[in-house]
C-alpha cells in the first residue's frame, strides 16, 4: 500500500488525551492493570470535559505511579488518607473541584479503612476508585483484606484458610451505608468488561458532579509478578477464582441519599 | 487495502503479550527473536492487511506502547 492511497488516518485508541508521556515509560510491571485503570480514568475525565477542575489523590502504592503521568492536578498524600485530603479540598474550594481519588485495596481498606468509612459516614462528595488485586503488590505481595481464601502470598505459603481469615467485599460493605450514593465492581480483564467499567466510572464521576452523595467503584486488577503468573494466564486467574469470589455489577446506585 | 494501522513503540513495551492475546483477528503476534531496548520480547504488526482498527489492542495495552489508526481510501474521482 502506499502512502497516497489513503486519505484519512484516524486515531481509533492508545494513549489518552490527558496523558504526558514519562521519558522511561510507564513504570509498572509487565501485565499490570493499573494503567489500563488510570487510562479509563483519565478517559472518563476527558469525556466529561471536566479536567480543568479535577484534582486526583493518590495514596501510597502502585497506584502512585500515576501521579507523574496524568494530565491534570493531583496530590500525593500519606498512606491510605486519600479520602481525607479529598475531604479537605473538595470542602475549603466549596464543593468546586472534581475529586478523584485512585487507590490500590492495600492503601485503600486495609489501612485507609478507617479514613474510608469515615468518608462515606460524612457522605463527601467524592469518587473513589481502587484497584483489587488482591495482596500488596508494591512491597512484594504479602497477604492484604482482599487476598482469596486458598491464594498463597508471601505472608500465607500454605494458602489463606481460616486463621487468616477471609476476603472483604467492599462495594457490598459501601452499600450498607447511607452516605454512599453509588458503589460497584468492575474488571478490565476482556474487551466487554472494560467497555462496561468505564461505564461504571463515568456514572460514579456523575453521581459526584449531580452533588448526590460518595462513590465507589472497585476494580479487580491482575499482579502478575506477585501471583507468580504469566500476564495471559493472570487474566483467566481473575475469570475462574477472582469472579465467583467478587461478583461484578452495581450494589446501589440511588438519585438521593436521604 | 487494510483498514487499520498500528505502530508499537518498543521503547515502552514491555511484552506482556496482552496485545497478540486480545487480537481477534491474529495481527499481533510475538516472534520470539526480537527484543525491545529493555530486553522484553517484542511483538510485532505482522499481518496488517487482516487488522479492521477494532482499537482493542489499543484499550488494553498497559503500557501505552500501542497507538491504533482506522485508514480510509480516498475517493476514485479524487485519484
Redesign the interface.
Known sequence: ?SS????????????PRL?V?HPA??R?????????IE?LIADVVGDLKVEDDTVFITGVGCSTRAFTVMDFDGISTAHGRAPDVGTAIKRTLHGRPVVITIQGDGDCIAIGAGSLLAAVGRAERITVFMANNGNFGTTGGQMAPTTLTGQVTTTTPQGRNDSTGFPMHVPELLATLKGCAYSARGS?HT?AN?QRTKKLMKTAVQKQLDDVGFSFVEILSAC?PDWRI???ES?RWIEEQMIPEFPLGEFKNVECIN | MPKGEISIDERFCKGCSLCSHFCTRGCITIPGDRFTPQGYLLPVFSSPEKCNACGICGWLCPHFAIEVYKLTEKEPAAK
Not at chain 1, 4 to 15: A, F, P, Y
Open positions: 500500500m497516497q492511497d489513503v486519505e484519512n488516518r484516524t486515531w481509533v485508541s492508545g494513549t496523558w508521556r515509560g510507564c509498572q510491571c509487565p501485565g499490570c492493570h493499573h494503567p489500563i487510562r478490565v474487551p472494560y502478575p504469566t500476564p495471559v487474566l
